[in-house]
C-alpha cells in the first residue's frame, strides 16, 4: 500500500502553457517533497527515500507496504517522533505552506 497525494492546479493552469505549467507542477511536487522529509517517520530511512513524483509532477506518493498505516495512524512511537509520525504531508503543509508559494512564486516569474 502507498500514500499518493494528488496537486490541483485548476486556478493557475489558464495562465502558463502546458509545457510550463507541467514544469511548475513538476517544480512544486518535488518541492512539496523535499519540505516534508523531516516529517516522515523514520527507522532505516526506506519510506523517506520511497518517495516518486510523476513525470508531469501532478501527483507523488510514499510507496512501500507499511506507508499507509503508518500514515494514518499517528499514534505509532516512531525515531524523531513527535516531528517525524503520520499524517506526515499535511502537518509538513501546515508549517511550510507560505515557504512553498513563495518558492512557486519565484519559480513562475522565471518561466
Not at 502553457?17 to 523514520?42: C, H
Not at 510514499?62 to 524523531?80: E, T
Given at each position: 500500500?502507498?500514500?499518493?497525494?494528488?496537486?490541483?492546479f485548476?486556478?493557475?493552469?489558464?495562465?502558463?502553457?502546458?509545457s510550463?505549467?507541467?514544469?511548475?507542477?513538476?517544480?512544486?511536487?518535488?518541492?512539496?517533497?523535499?519540505v516534508?522529509?523531516?516529517?516522515?517517520?523514520?527507522?532505516e530511512?526506506?519510506?523517506k527515500?520511497?518517495?516518486t513524483i510523476?513525470?508531469?509532477?501532478?501527483?507523488?506518493?510514499?510507496?512501500?507496504?507499511?506507508?499507509?498505516?503508518?500514515?494514518?495512524?499517528?499514534?505509532?512511537?516512531l525515531?524523531?517522533a513527535?516531528?517525524?509520525?503520520?499524517?506526515?504531508?499535511?502537518?509538513?503543509?501546515?508549517?511550510?505552506?507560505t515557504?512553498i508559494e513563495?518558492a512557486?512564486?519565484a519559480?513562475?516569474e522565471r518561466?
Amino acid at each position: 500500500m502507498s500514500v499518493r497525494t494528488k496537486i490541483n492546479f485548476r486556478g493557475v493552469m489558464k495562465k502558463f502553457s502546458k509545457s510550463n505549467m507541467i514544469k511548475l507542477q513538476q517544480f512544486t511536487a518535488n518541492e512539496i517533497v523535499t519540505v516534508t522529509d523531516p516529517f516522515v517517520p523514520f527507522s532505516e530511512g526506506y519510506l523517506k527515500n520511497s518517495a516518486t513524483i510523476a513525470t508531469d509532477g501532478s501527483w507523488f506518493k510514499y510507496d512501500m507496504p507499511y506507508a499507509r498505516r503508518l500514515y494514518y495512524n499517528p499514534q505509532f512511537n516512531l525515531k524523531g517522533a513527535p516531528q517525524r509520525g503520520g499524517m506526515w504531508v499535511q502537518r509538513s503543509m501546515a508549517i511550510n505552506q507560505t515557504a512553498i508559494e513563495k518558492a512557486m512564486t519565484a519559480y513562475m516569474e522565471r518561466l
